[in-house]
């Protein structure tokens, strides 16, 4: 089956997001690291199933091992089931990502996000950033030129509306996501014709 992969650090919203695609009601603001195998469900109105991978990242009460453990199960699934993968949705929070990238950031060290974002595009995976928790961001331009650049593309974030797609999941807005993800659905149609 066609398959949209979600993917993001815990508590970015991911179940929320997936609630307002699927109808389906999911655990949220449950234990962090809850999710830890891929889930598939049906995305209301098109023709493909959409899987929730794990949230990675820091999550209290999860030991280093443990989280590595499920980046490494990430990486395996998104390898394995490239070829099944035609939109990847990077799911961050608008609020807090600029910050984790760059406390992350350093000679020997690569921000999840950041890793996250070149893994997929290298399996040739298109990805859609999902900025979630716009409700939280005031300087909206600001912080997705701010994301743009820290992913290595060239600002400003409008000529990116394909990739980047600020959401506010918890009101239902996620419109500039369906319609980047459609882009990309159709995009790969007419290729194959
Ligand atoms: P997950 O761990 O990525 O699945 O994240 P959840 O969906 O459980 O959401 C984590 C927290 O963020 C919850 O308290 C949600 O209510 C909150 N949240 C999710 N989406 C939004 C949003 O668009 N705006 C705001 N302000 N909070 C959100």
């Known amino acids: 089956d066609a398959e949209v992969a979600l993917v993001g650090r815990s508590n970015v919203g991911k179940s929320t997001l997936m609630r307002e695609l699927t109808g389906h009601d999911f655990d949220?603001?449950?234990s962090p690291g809850v999710t830890r195998e891929p889930n598939h469900y049906d995305w209301a109105s098109e023709d493909f199933v959409i899987t929730d991978l794990p949230g990675f990242g820091f999550m209290s009460g999860v030991d280093e091992d443990?989280?590595?453990q499920i980046k490494t199960n990430i990486v395996h699934y998104l390898e394995e089931y490239a070829e099944?993968?035609?939109v990847?949705?990077?799911v961050v929070d608008g609020k807090s990502v600029i910050d984790i990238i760059d406390r992350h950031s350093g000679p020997d060290e690569i921000p999840y996000d950041v890793e996250m974002f070149h893994f997929l595009r290298?399996?040739?995976i298109p990805v859609v950033v999902a900025v979630n928790k716009m409700d939280k961001v005031d300087d909206r331009d600001e912080r997705l030129n701010e994301l743009c650049d820290r992913l290595g593309l060239y600002p400003p974030w409008k000529q990116w509306q394909e990739t980047i797609a600020p959401i506010t999941a918890k009101q239902g807005q996620i419109e500039p996501l369906n319609e980047a993800v459609r882009e990309h659905l159709h995009e790969q149609q007419r290729?194959?014709?």
Do not use: I, K, M
């Open 84 to 86: 099944n993968v035609l």
């Open 66 to 68: 443990h989280r590595e």
């Open 122 to 124: 290298d399996l040739e």
């Open 88 to 90: 990847a949705v990077l």
């Open 191 to 193: 290729d194959d014709l």
């Open 28 to 30: 949220t603001g449950g």
